[in-house]
């Protein structure tokens, strides 16, 4: 039955998922002409990128900034993709059940032989869909914006930094489901959802360069997923990763426990 | 066995009482009406059955499945198709995809007869509907699996008066093939044309359970009327008729023989008359009183001694 809820959703999902793939994909073509300015001045940016405050060159992911690599880290990755794509698909995840429930749109799937469990599964899984698209049309995208700047980018960094983005966005659903199911209203959910997702962002940046504070930050799921790292120094979080699909799993799981106790108004 | 048991049910929100204490059944193959004002309570009740509200205490079954165990209440719901009060689709999705869906999560093997009777526009978006063509497709939606249980909530609100006897015939037949219905209303006049047997819920606690024809008997017609001659209210002062008021237009509720109210309007020059159902709060105000004891049938006798004694009375004949 979580397949049938999976095939709906998923589906009612598609098209959406196409827009925004696309619209990601123009968006790093943007940066194709800008990157021959930024490798010119070469020097002179690298160094003022690096006397920028820590906590900045965190929240950009500023390292190597003149090469492309860094260039695209922080200007493409670091924003649009961590950052506002992550917003996106927690604010998604946290209108879907809530906003079946305020509806009543839920009556009618749950006349039928589904459990709750199921239903939130299958929503879940559904945001797996923009997820997927997403990662198949915007690296073409961004390999395209590489070569329109003159550039080459090692082809494995590039996939890496994709796949490893699917736990990190789990992640982001997670919360976003979590806040969907535990709040009556789907506007304030979604609300919930994005604050949730920036204000652990922030959290993240601003323990980073504190020794004391700086485990903390590793509540947050941009922790654990560094595009930087993996495009600039090749360095591959697999524990990061894992991290981020464990805490999906728990995420999901509360939900699951916490939507069927609940009462359906 | 039952096909519907609800034993004790107590509903509270917070503090606040959706139901109490509530108790009845429905039987195998009958059609129940659950008749009551807004907001005492029908909703909860029937959304504790689905199981999408838990009881505060006391139980239910549906088709001899605890409603409280969720893995229990799955198995009936393959027999049950529920009509909530307000369907609601995916409004970018059409119709037809809708019903795919729902014809994948529990069957659709009467879809092509229900959609001869209730024919939403399947290939448009649900978004463009209108809310008599929604709720055509939330009834084929329901119903395509073709449930031994029908669960409805107000299923005829959102409908015009031709889809509605359409319903009502549905209704009608799915009795015939031995199915079982439930469904709420606050229109006494609905309850009538289909109904075995009706419970009457008021302020979340069931006032009477009593056959169709008792109910009849005491229900009554809104009439309104104007005449010619210049008479007061007291006009229409007769036996039968109560709280007689009015001008130029005189307004009574009429609970007594046709003939009474025919012979007193042959005396006069009727320019307008207009006879309808009394609401249904009328009704309760007239038996039951305001603050009365709504538990008892004494209050009731109290109220409208006129009724005393009426039982069998069927004015329309097309009770079934």
Known sequence: MTREVLRYEGRRRLKGSVYLGVGLGLFALLFAPFYPAVKESGEQLQEYVENLPPAIRAAFGLDAFTTIEGFLATEFYAFAWVLLLGVYLAYRAGGAVAGDVESGRIDMVLSAPVSRAGVVLGTVGSLLVPIAVCNLLVPPAVYATVLLAGETIAVPRLLAVHALSVPYFLACVGIGTVLSVAVGRASVAERGAIAAVFGLFLVDTLTTTDPDLEPVGAVSPTRHYDPTAVLVRAEYDLVGAGVLLAGTVALVAVAVVVFRRRDLT | ?320
């Open chain 2, 1 to 320: 066995m039952s096909a519907l048991a609800v034993d004790g049910l107590t509903k509270y929100y917070g503090d606040v009482r959706g139901v109490e204490d509530l108790s009845f059944s429905v039987r195998e193959g009958e059609v129940f009406g659950f008749l009551g004002p807004n907001g005492a309570g029908k909703t909860t009740t029937i959304r504790t059955l689905m199981g999408f509200l838990r009881p505060t205490s006391g139980t239910a079954t549906v088709l001899g499945r605890d409603v409280r165990d969720e893995a229990e209440l799955i198995e009936a719901k393959r027999d049950v198709g529920f009509l909530p009060a307000e369907p609601a689709f995916d409004e970018s999705v059409t119709g037809r995809r809708i019903l795919d869906y729902h014809a994948r999560l529990k069957g659709d093997d009467r879809r092509s007869e229900l959609l001869a009777s209730f024919e939403p526009p399947l290939d448009r978006p649900v978004g463009e509907y209108s809310r008599g063509n929604e709720q055509k497709l939330a009834i084929v939606a329901a119903f395509m699996h073709d449930p031994d249980l029908l669960v409805m909530d107000e299923p005829t609100s959102g409908l015009d008066p031709l889809l509605q006897d359409r319903f009502h015939g549905f209704v009608r037949g799915e009795r015939e093939a031995g199915k079982t219905a439930f469904f709420s209303s606050h229109v006494l006049s609905e309850v009538r044309k289909v109904c075995d047997r009706v419970g009457i819920l008021r302020d979340g606690r069931l006032v009477t359970l009593e056959s169709i024809g008792e109910i009849l008997s005491r229900s009554g017609k809104r009439v309104r009327v104007q005449v010619a001659e210049d008479v007061g209210p007291a006009a229409f002062e007769m036996p039968g008729a109560h709280g007689v008021s009015g001008g130029e237009v005189i307004s009574f509720t009429f609970t007594g023989e046709y003939g009474t109210l025919l012979d007193r309007l042959r005396e006069y020059t009727v320019l307008d008359l207009d006879v309808e159902e009394a609401p249904l709060e009328e009704v309760f105000a007239r038996f039951y009183g305001n603050g009365g004891d709504p538990t008892g049938r004494d209050g009731a006798d109290e109220g409208n001694p006129d009724t005393q004694g009426r039982g069998g009375t069927d004015p329309e004949g097309d009770r079934p």
